[in-house]
Nanobody
Framework: QVQFVESGGGLVQAGGSLRLSCAAS????????MGWFRQAPGKEREFVAA????????YYADSVKGRFTISRDNARGPVYLQMNSLKPEDTAVYYC????????????????WGQGTQVTVSS
């Protein structure tokens, strides 16, 4: 069984930055594509970004392009989400997700979910 644990959330002022991390534990023999989603109160969970298992290709929602960067050091290492120029509308619980391909993750075809980390952006 594989588990994914997020960290790095918190409270930040608008215009500030945060970096989220997602680390795997357990049986991590499989190389997963990874992604980030977020869910604001009263809203559906939405796709934010995804990356191939090699880190060679990345995908972003239009709402975060140019502000957020997803990255990973290697196929089984942590996955990061660098968030810059944060806005109050970025406030949400952020979840990491693992799947077979970024294109699948973007459509919520996910094998594993993390437990989530809260990001709050004050105006």
């Amino acid at each position: 069984q594989v588990q994914f644990v997020e960290s790095g959330g918190g409270l930040v002022q608008a215009g500030g930055s945060l970096r989220l991390s997602c680390a795997a534990s357990g049986r991590t023999f499989t190389r997963y594509a990874m992604g980030w989603f977020r869910q604001a109160p009263g809203k559906e969970r939405e796709f934010v970004a995804a990356i191939t298992w090699s880190g060679g290709s990345t995908y972003y929602a239009d709402s975060v392009k140019g502000r957020f960067t997803i990255s990973r050091d290697n196929a089984r290492g942590p996955v990061y989400l660098q968030m810059n120029s944060l806005k109050p509308e970025d406030t949400a619980v952020y979840y990491c997700a693992a799947g077979s391909r970024p294109e699948s993750i973007a459509t919520m075809k996910v094998d594993y979910w993390g437990q989530g980390t809260q990001v709050t952006v004050s105006s």
